[in-house]
């Protein structure tokens, strides 16, 4: 039996024909198991005061694994208790005062002194949200001993030094431990010296090249830690939480710097879950739509569907009135206020006292706000927040009636980390996922296996990017000199061997007998952020009023805080005065204004290993050489490349319609970045075989571009917004037509390898997708992009079907 709540989207009959899909997933009966017998029986005590009567089989699992020393990976869904899994036996084990730790040999070894335990997930607010809860218990247990505090980049210098001396669990983020408390490990020696656990929280969360840092950042961890620990101690044991995923022990390992044969895995989930209904939505083709779209288009809102923005804004706002208390997620921060905003005035028209009860929610906003707007959703003040996936980390938040998906968000694992919100054990819960008008959007609720029942992707980064490796080992050589027995923990030791070698030749490291130095009179950890935003965020502030109202990545501010760009913040509309880029801060005026505004860019692309230097000065002599092969005529690659892109202008647009009011242009610096791309090319043979003139061809690459762009998630597990493109019709490189697709990362992520792996499953996806569109001369469901620099001109759908067909006659198999 469906939800109740898919009648309401249905609304009576009215919009059966946008339900492509209906799946009932069945509840699931929950297991429990007794408490550990070593559990200390305050902590149980206080855990059965707090409703916890018996801990669900997979909890005991892993917590008996981690008592018992071994390194867990536990991954399991949403709201399964896994923090009971790591707090058990951590907190137990701090409470067991004269520690008995087993010692390889089997000699238990006597006093060790009080163990410690170091939490970390990826964001401040999440371990607010931690320690929330183990304060709980702590408190419920009466264990009045048990010293568990956060600490982060927000904690004060006295309340800092009190953690440093008496603190028995630390709660902190990897960017803490990177940029301070792995830098000043003297003052945390205690700490280091005691540690007993590390827990990784959100293991999930840790993917790309921000997985790379924080791999890296734990092999810090671990040598410091082995280096205070007393002799013969065994080092921490490492439990990696996660969502559901494919593969826990090799992600977990590859993370924590462990083989996974060492490595317990936990993820039979015996915890109780209400049944859901999950729908796949098409918004409608909009009336009066004449399948000829708005040349050089690029709104999604602009094409023959109605935008899943305002389709979502539509449920959400029906949700309510029904009295559901309900989540939407959406892909951007753009979409969440709009969504807010547009459900609200719905809302206003319906029953005005329901629209002060629904709220953005996203990353930038202030940490006080997002608490509050957190504790709001939960007391039932709110009954709906439009949010990016800020909220899809472990934010204590579940249990909700219902969760729209707005558009794809990137990976199977995160659908069903959002989809985890809704419902419980004995209430039943909907989930809908909202098609945008996106080449893969509109490929999965046609294709509902691909979604509901393809298996899940491994977490990937790579923690050998030697961009990423160069600064950590910097930084660990700041922090104690690395010694040749330290570097197979950063990887392969030839590998680290050579990078080392680069750091030495570049006056970075000083190589002694004893081993590598860092002898600058600064710190290392500040060559490296750990996010992959390369540079400060940019501070919005009100200049009026001095207010911060949230800040932007390093990365996209040229494009989305620029002098005159529209910013929009809790429905409110500011134009940016001046944009700071020396104090990385955007000053903005509060202004109604009817329009938004689009940035535009020139983008260029050299392959690295082509050139007689990396421009920039990267570590060309450490960089993978191109892998090429043929298909015939065409020419494939995949290696380093430089990519150097410029923000020049920007229009102004009328909204709704989109209609352009004006452009202007603007004076930013060229930005340069080291990657991977994958490429292709074509001689004119093939772009003769598909019929296509001098004239066409452009359009043709750059349709091709977008929509390979837009494919490529389905078999890389990163999202287009993870990904850049160029395309010319002569490449001065390859010296004919080619299309880069590019890791929109320093050093790469892994993306455009998997592409080049998959090449011909990729462009032939590509291809169906484009031509499987019903649009006559190409919309944002297929060749149309919504991050184009260019406007989205020229493209040429039906080009890029012939392009594609020609090339494809010359794959394998
Ligand atoms: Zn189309
Ligand atoms: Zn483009």
Redesign the pocket.
Known sequence: MTHPLLDVLLAGGRRADRLTHAAEIPARDGESAPWPRWADPALVAGYRSLGVDQPWRHQVEAAEAAWSGRHVALATSTGSGKSLAFWLPALTSVRADTAATVLDAGRIESTLGRGSVLYICPTKALAADQLAGVQRVVDASGARDLRVATCDGDTGFEERCWVQDHADAVLTNPDFLHFSLLPNHRRWARLLRSLRYVIVDEGHAYRGVFGAHVALVLRRLTRLAAHYAPAGSRPPTVVVASATTAEPATTAGRLAGVPAEEIAVVDDDASPAGARTFALWEPPVRPGWDAAPVEGDLDPDD?PRRSATAETADLLADLVVHGARSLAFTRSRRGAETVATVTREHLRQVDPSLATRVAAYRGGYLPEERRALEEALRGGELRALATTNALELGVDISGLDAVLIAGWPGTRMSVWQQAGRAGRAGADGLVAFVAREDPLDTYLVRHPETLLDAPLEATVFDPTNPYVLAPHLCAAAAELPVRTEDLPSFGRPADVRSVLDVLVARGALRRRTSGWYWTHAQGAAGLTDLRGTGGVPVRVVEAETGRVLGTVDAGSADGQVHDGAVYVHQGETYVVEHLDLDDHVALVQRRGVDHGTWSRDVTSILIADQQEHVPGGGPAEELPATTRRSWGPVDWGVGPVEVTSQVVGYQRRRLPDLQVLGTESLDLPERTLQTTAVWWSVPAEVLDAAGLDAARVPGALHAAEHASIGMLPLLATCDRWDLGGVSTDMHVDTGRATVFVYDAYPGGAGFAERGYDVGATWLRATRDA?AG???AD??????QSPKCGSFNEPLD?AGAVALLDALLAHAPG
Not at 778 to 783: H, I, K, T
Request: aromatic share 0%.
């Open positions: 094409g484009i569109c019903a649009c190409g919309c944002p469901a297929c060749v759908k």
